[in-house]
């Protein structure tokens, strides 16, 4: 017995000390990653300067009237049928006498592009080199005046401000763009590497007469581009949990979309002998069910993986270890970003009801009930898988669904050491934006032009050079959209170093006193 009793306290105790080797092992392997072995990251080709383009108080006033100019421009567009086409024409007059230099230039071609939109030719002093392209719009969604704080379109300028439908999305980048090339050109500036700048009339409803017909023209063309620029991302100031300093988020993709129309027909009658159910009440169970189960989390089969791992060192602690050890809590990482709506964007496909309509009196039994549902796509899954999951999780047949329009997740542009694009992107920002040490990849969760040029490039980006904080995301499309004026500066000396940058011919070696990030 005393025998029988002794092994067995030596077997627990050999059990229990293989147990604390096995977590000391996994301690140690967490800590290791956490701390040494780092995600792989984009070197640093060139040491980090001081500053950038300095801009004279003249040209300072110059470039923040120039916005508000074109912010008082209602540029609206509502759907493809219904745009303010007498606002897009002033536009381009208005670019026309605010820029001259841009418009005079030998080797700048301007043409008018599906009536209203535009596409700069700027013509680089070495052929040889692959052009780029610099891509935004000048339409704006609808801004009813109730809730603003200023009318959405009088630029009103408070407290270093421009308030306006458009200062976030996209007349800033519209503008600036060219603003900072017309800063270059006075500076007697020809770029070597020849570029595109493209400003969309119809961006916010789809873009097929402008963004579209642009990349039709260069595609027949036969030009190539290194890489492409568009809006999309921005640099977050406190947006993201966990996370001191400002990031820098480029969107290397973006979601796909399929909107559905869903459509119940049952007899109508009258309210006072009703059905056991009506064509309201059986739709209305269908829209239940696709909000109550969700399309499936995807976390780890996209960008957002590499958005988390790139920033891992970033975090603070406990949270750096967790993120730098996606292996082992990727489940509870997953099910704490399902719980947000901003970051259950990123790890999903979203189910959005947008349109409910039945009914035509108090006492009558409708024959018909409609709904819209738009869902926005993971770049895991394609438009057919979505629509497959849809009609198995409705699982009715009195409910017919028809397809609106549909289009897959953009493919994911390349994060690598060898792509030109991501270190010049990576060079200006540092260059700019002091505060900012991270530069990380991710995934724009709406749409935007850049998805028509994917036959002229893979390497798409999608980053707008603001300092956005979380106050400022439900202005976009929002009330009290603004700029900071500050913020726009920053945004044209980007745009400017940008330009300059790409002038390169080679990417060099690592630098060896920078660290990576």
């Not at 100019?69 to 007498?86: Q, R, Y």
């Not at 290194?226 to 809006?231: I, N, P, R, V, Y």
Request: one cysteine or more; hydrophobic letters at 45%; a neutral charge.
């Amino acid at each position: 017995m005393a025998g029988g009793s002794g092994r067995r306290r030596v077997a627990a105790w050999a059990a229990g000390l293989g147990l604390c080797a096995a977590l000391l092992a996994l301690l140690a392997a967490v800590l290791l990653r956490a701390y040494v072995l780092r995600a792989p990251a984009i070197p640093r080709l060139w040491a980090r300067r001081g500053g950038t383009a300095a801009f004279s108080a003249g040209e300072r006033l110059e470039l923040k009237e120039a916005l508000r100019g074109a912010i008082k421009i209602p540029t609206v567009s509502v759907s493809p049928e219904d745009l303010n086409t007498t606002a897009m024409a002033e536009f381009g007059n208005y670019i026309r006498e605010v820029f001259p230099a841009v418009f005079s230039s030998k080797f700048i071609q301007h043409e008018i592009v599906g009536k209203y939109s535009h596409l700069f030719t700027v013509q680089g002093s070495n052929p040889e080199m692959m052009p780029y392209m610099l891509l935004a719009h000048m339409d704006v969604v609808p801004a009813p005046p109730e809730g603003w704080d200023f009318p959405p379109f009088s630029a009103a300028e408070h407290e270093g401000f421009i308030y306006g439908r458009g200062t976030l999305d996209n007349k800033n980048s519209a503008i600036g763009i060219l603003q900072a090339l017309e800063f270059l050109l006075r500076r007697n500036y020809r770029p070597r590497r020849s570029f595109y700048v493209g400003i969309g009339h119809d961006e916010e409803v789809f873009g097929q007469k402008g963004a579209m017909k642009i990349a039709a023209l260069l595609e027949a063309r036969g030009v190539k581009l290194s890489f492409l620029l568009d809006e999309g991302s921005a640099i977050l100031d406190g947006i993201i949990a966990g996370v001191k300093k400002p990031v820098a988020v480029i969107a290397i993709t973006e979601k796909g979309s399929i909107t559905l129309n869903f459509t119940v027909e049952k007899e109508p009658g009258h309210s006072s002998f009703p059905p056991t159910e009506t064509s309201i009440g059986i739709l209305a169970a269908a829209m239940s069910r696709l909000e109550q189960n969700p399309l499936r989390n995807l976390f780890g089969h996209g960008p957002e993986l590499m958005t988390m791992e790139h920033l891992a060192s970033e975090f603070r602690f406990p949270l750096n270890l967790i993120m730098s050890n996606l292996w082992l809590f990727s489940p509870i990482v997953s099910r704490v970003l399902a719980w947000k709506p901003s970051t259950n964007a990123l790890i999903r496909t979203t189910t959005a009801v947008t349109m409910f309509n039945a009914g035509i009196k108090i006492n009558v039994i409708p024959s018909s009930a409609k709904a819209t549902v738009n869902f926005r796509i993971h770049s895991a899954e394609k438009a057919t898988e979505v629509l497959e999951m849809v009609k198995n999780t409705v699982a009715d047949d009195r409910v017919k669904i028809d397809v609106v329009e549909a289009f897959d997740p953009l493919p994911i542009s390349p994060w690598d050491d060898q792509t030109f694009g991501v270190h010049i992107l990576q060079r200006t920002i540092l260059d700019t934006f002091l505060d900012v040490d991270s530069v990380v990849p991710g995934t724009c969760i709406g749409n935007t032009d850049s998805r028509h040029f994917t036959n002229v490039t893979n390497a798409i980006y999608r980053f707008n050079p603001l300092l956005l904080k979380s106050d400022d995301l439900p202005r976009i499309h929002g009330l009290n959209e603004r700029i900071s004026v500050e913020n726009y500066e920053k945004q044209i000396k980007f745009l400017f170093q940008l330009i300059k940058n790409c002038d390169i011919d080679e990417l060099p070696e690592p630098h060896a006193n920078s660290h990576e990030l």
